[in-house]
């Protein structure tokens, strides 16, 4: 079995949500969940601090049954590096070799991840998800081009993220980059709300995964037409915006909550249409 899979299969074991994991361990959502779609490992800097969350034992996370004949590997739990060092200098030739492998695979492992994205999740008082976007492509004085926009967006056609609360897939068709850019909510959101829409671009995925509190909405006026024929739904989705002085100093994050936009295909796929209703909940300083 690999890592990745004995990860799922104890969340299973422990009844443990994607977002709780990453909660305990720092690890953004979107990441353990490329572990599953992408069928890749975590990077080794991940492994004790999942090790910790998960109350596993290094040697059950990194070994197979044969391994565990060690009696050296197989006291008690592993969770802490000095423990785990000292463990490795006494372990079999075999473990050393499939450790020293691992760790190696960190390089091939990266290269699967997004570049450039300085994302992060983190839980509020009440144990809700925001996405915070810590990269701001759109700053205060500088005008949004949503024809630069859609075509950044067109990147995310054909992909597919999940809905954590309801584990349920939303793939990006060809109408989102447009809707999205050039939609009447778009064209009428204003000021601080308009720059929220603009930088959320980043996030996408990451608004997807931590979307809640899903609702069937029926298409007011007709106004979509045959794109709402087979279902339409919102979900909630709450993300913050850093917040500089003029030294450059990070002062406090504008949070935001927003609905997603969904509808169902006539294949009963789910599609993203748009991020709508975007306004500014609080800017009170917040710690992660």
Request: hydrophobic share 30%; proline share 2%.
């Amino acid at each position: 079995m690999n890592i990745y899979e004995k990860i799922f299969a104890r969340l299973e074991e422990l009844h443990m949500s994607q977002i709780e994991l990453s909660r305990r361990t720092g690890i953004a959502t979107s990441t353990i969940s490329d572990w599953r779609k992408k069928k890749i490992n975590p990077q080794a800097d991940k492994i004790v601090p999942i090790c910790k969350a998960l109350d596993m034992s290094l040697v059950d996370l990194l070994c197979d049954e044969d391994d565990k004949s060690n009696t050296i590997m197989t006291s008690d739990y592993i969770t802490d590096e000095g423990l785990f060092v000292e463990t490795f200098m006494n372990a079999s030739d075999d473990i050393k070799r499939r450790v020293i492998t691992y760790y190696f695979s960190i390089d091939s492992n990266r290269s699967t991840e997004k570049q450039g994205r300085n994302i992060s999740i983190i839980c509020d008082e009440n144990g809700k998800s925001i996405v915070l976007i810590n990269d701001i492509r759109y700053k205060s004085r500088r005008s949004i081009d949503w024809n630069e926009i859609e075509t950044y967006l067109k990147q995310y056609v054909g992909e597919c993220f999940e809905i954590l609360e309801t584990s349920e897939s939303v793939y990006i068709g060809t109408d989102f980059p447009d809707e999205y850019a050039h939609s009447k909510d778009t064209k009428d959101v204003k000021g601080v709300n308009e720059k929220a829409k603009a930088n959320a671009i980043t996030a996408i995925e990451d608004l997807i995964e931590i979307a809640s509190d899903k609702a069937e909405f029926p298409d007011y006026k007709k106004k979509h037409g045959t794109k709402a024929k087979y279902g339409w739904y919102r979900y909630t989705t709450r993300f913050g915006i850093p917040v500089y002085n003029e030294e450059g100093i990070l002062e406090r994050y504008n949070i935001f909550r927003a609905r997603i936009l969904v509808r169902r295909d006539e294949d009963g796929k789910l599609y993203l249409y748009d991020v709508v209703t975007i306004k500014k909940e609080t800017s009170k300083p917040l710690e992660s």
